[in-house]
Nanobody
């Protein structure tokens, strides 16, 4: 089992940047594919971006292409989400998730563990 704790959320103006971190417990972090999801008020939780177990492959949704980057440091049991050129529509609670079933996971149902979320608010 793995526990995930996100940090780095906050309030930023449109066009700004934020870097989210997700720290994982346990000694088998490199065996999990990792991903970020987000949920805006009154909307479904949606996939944002994912990274493979080794960090060699990533996949992102169209709305964040060219703006968001995911990376991981398996030695530090941490995955990062670098968000640039933020827009008001990026406002949401951002969740980190871990999948032990997939090398790279892009669907919510493929993830086994979730963090508590961190709020990101982008003002116009």
């Amino acid at each position: 089992q793995v526990q995930l704790v996100e940090s780095g959320g906050g309030l930023v103006q449109a066009g700004g940047s934020l870097r989210l971190s997700c720290a994982a417990s346990g000694r088998t972090f490199s065996s999990y594919a990792m991903g970020w999801f987000r949920q805006a008020p009154e909307k479904e939780r949606e996939f944002v971006i994912a990274i493979s177990r080794s960090g060699g492959s990533t996949y992102d949704t169209d709305s964040v292409k060219g703006r968001f980057t995911i990376s991981r440091d398996n030695a530090k049991n941490t995955v990062y989400l670098q968000m640039n050129s933020l827009k008001p529509e990026d406002t949401a609670v951002y969740y980190c998730a871990a999948s032990q079933r997939r090398i790279l996971a892009t669907n919510r149902g493929e993830y086994d563990y979730w963090g508590q979320g961190t709020q990101v608010t982008v003002s116009s």
